[in-house]
C-alpha cells in the first residue's frame, strides 16, 4: 500500500497550521487497507489522526486490586436452587460492575476458536474486505476502520467489519467465503445464549421471565469483528476510548491478548481473557428500561506492540433500519412514586443515529441526552 504523503505519522503537532485533519481522515479512509495496512506499509510512528489528548490516556499502566466477576451457568435450566444463585450474582454484578463474564455457557471453545480465526482470516485477506468497505450501516455486512472516524476528536486504532444477523441475515452468498459458515453458526449460538441471559436478567429484575424478550429486547443482533494490528506507539492512541454501548446488552468475545478495561470505582480494571468465557454487559438502553437499576458501565480498549487482538461483538438492540419502531422508557412495573421515571423514551433507530452521529467522545455517555429532571 502507498501512504497518503500526510498520513505518514510524522509528529508535527494537530495545531500547526498545515495540518488538515479533515483531508488525512479522507485520505486514510479511501485506501480501504484500514489501520492493518498502516501496519503492513510498514509505519514507525502513529499518524496524527490517531493521537487521543492526554487526559484520554490517563492510568493506562495503572493496575487495580479489583477481582473481575466470572459467573458459572452450569445448570441454570435443570436447578432450581442454582438458577437462583445464578440470577443474584447476575443482579449484583449488573447493579454494581455492569459487567461479567460467563463460563459453560453452552458454547464450544472450538466453536469460539473457529469464530476468532475467522475473523483473522477476513482482515487479512486484503482484496475481499476491501469490497465490502462502506459507511452505509444499512448494509447487511460491511467493513472499514472507525464507526465514527469522521465525527470523533480521534481515530482508533482498529478495524472492524458490521453483519446485521437478526431480524433478516444475510444469505450465505452475501457474506465473504473467509468467515461464512462460523459467522452464522456463532450468530445462531450466541442468540440462543441471548435470550438465556434476557431472561435470567427479567427474572433479577422481578420481571416475568419472558419479559424483555416480549418487548423485543433480542430481535436485533448485530456481530462485529474487530481486528487490532500491533501498534508502534501505544501509548499515543486507543483502540477503543472511554465509552458504553448503546444497545440493551452485548457478549464479547475476546482472544489471549486482553486489553479491554472496565471503569470500576472509578479506577479502569483489566478484564482479563479466560479461555472459553465471554463477557456480558449491560448497554444504556437496558439501564433507561430498568431505570438505572443495572447499569452501563464505561470501558475502553488499549492497543499494544504485540498483536493482532481480535475480539467478537455481539450487539443485541442495535437497529440502523427501523426494524423495531418501538418505543422504550422506564419499565412501569418497575416504577413507583419513590421511584419516578429518570428517562424519555425514545426507540432504537434514534438513539443509535443520535450516537453515530456524535462518535465516541471519550468524555460523557449519550443517555445523559434522555436523563429527565427527577
Not at 442454582?82 to 449484583?92: F, G, N, T
Not at 466453536?111 to 475481499?128: I, K, N, P, Y
Not at 479506577?267 to 437496558?286: C, E, K, M, R, S
Not at 431505570?291 to 450487539?315: M, Q, T, W, Y
Request: aromatic letters at 8%; proline letters at 7%; glycine letters at 6%.
Amino acid at each position: 500500500m502507498v501512504l497518503p504523503n500526510n498520513i505518514n505519522g510524522g509528529n508535527q503537532a494537530a495545531t500547526e497550521p498545515n495540518y488538515d485533519r479533515q483531508s488525512e481522515l479522507k485520505a486514510f479512509d479511501d485506501t480501504k487497507a484500514g489501520v492493518k495496512g498502516l501496519v503492513d506499509a510498514g509505519i514507525t510512528r502513529v499518524p496524527r489522526i490517531f493521537h487521543h489528548p492526554p487526559q484520554n490516556l490517563e492510568n493506562i499502566t495503572k493496575k487495580s486490586e479489583f477481582r473481575f466477576p466470572v459467573i458459572d451457568l452450569d445448570g441454570v435450566n435443570h436447578d432450581c436452587l442454582k438458577r437462583k444463585e445464578i440470577i443474584d450474582r447476575i443482579l449484583d454484578a449488573s447493579e454494581t460492575w455492569g459487567f461479567f463474564q460467563v463460563i459453560n455457557h453452552g458454547i464450544d471453545v472450538s466453536t469460539l476458536e473457529e469464530m476468532v480465526d475467522g475473523v483473522r482470516r477476513f482482515h487479512e485477506d486484503t482484496e475481499t474486505k476491501k469490497q465490502y468497505h462502506s459507511r452505509d450501516f444499512t448494509k447487511k455486512m460491511i467493513y472499514n476502520s472507525n464507526f465514527d472516524l469522521f465525527s470523533s476528536p480521534a481515530a482508533s486504532w482498529r478495524d472492524s467489519f458490521n453483519c446485521i444477523m437478526a431480524p433478516d441475515p444475510p444469505q450465505p452468498d452475501e457474506l465473504p467465503s473467509s468467515c461464512r459458515e462460523i459467522l452464522m453458526k456463532y450468530s445462531d449460538q450466541v442468540m440462543e445464549l441471548g435470550i438465556t441471559l434476557f431472561k435470567l436478567l427479567s427474572e433479577a429484575l422481578g420481571l416475568h421471565p419472558d419479559h424483555l424478550i416480549d418487548i423485543d429486547c433480542a430481535q436485533t443482533l448485530a456481530v462485529f469483528g474487530h481486528y487490532y494490528p500491533p501498534c508502534p506507539e501505544p501509548q499515543l492512541t486507543l483502540g477503543t476510548p472511554k465509552h458504553s454501548d448503546y444497545g440493551f446488552l452485548t457478549v464479547l468475545l475476546q482472544d489471549n491478548l486482553g486489553g479491554l478495561q472496565v471503569l470500576h470505582q472509578n479506577q479502569w480494571v483489566d478484564v482479563p481473557p479466560l479461555p472459553g468465557a465471554l463477557v456480558v454487559n449491560i448497554a444504556d438502553l437496558l439501564q433507561l428500561i430498568s431505570n438505572d437499576k443495572l447499569k452501563s458501565v464505561e470501558h475502553r480498549v488499549l492497543v499494544s506492540r504485540s498483536g493482532p487482538r481480535i475480539s467478537v461483538a455481539a450487539f443485541f438492540g442495535r437497529d440502523t433500519c427501523g426494524v423495531n419502531s418501538r418505543e422504550y422508557g422506564p419499565i412501569k412495573e418497575l416504577l413507583s412514586d419513590k421511584n419516578p421515571p429518570k428517562y424519555r423514551p425514545t426507540t432504537i433507530k434514534g438513539y443509535t443515529s443520535y450516537v453515530r452521529a456524535r462518535g465516541v467522545d471519550g468524555r460523557t455517555s449519550a443517555l445523559q441526552s434522555l436523563q429527565l429532571q427527577v
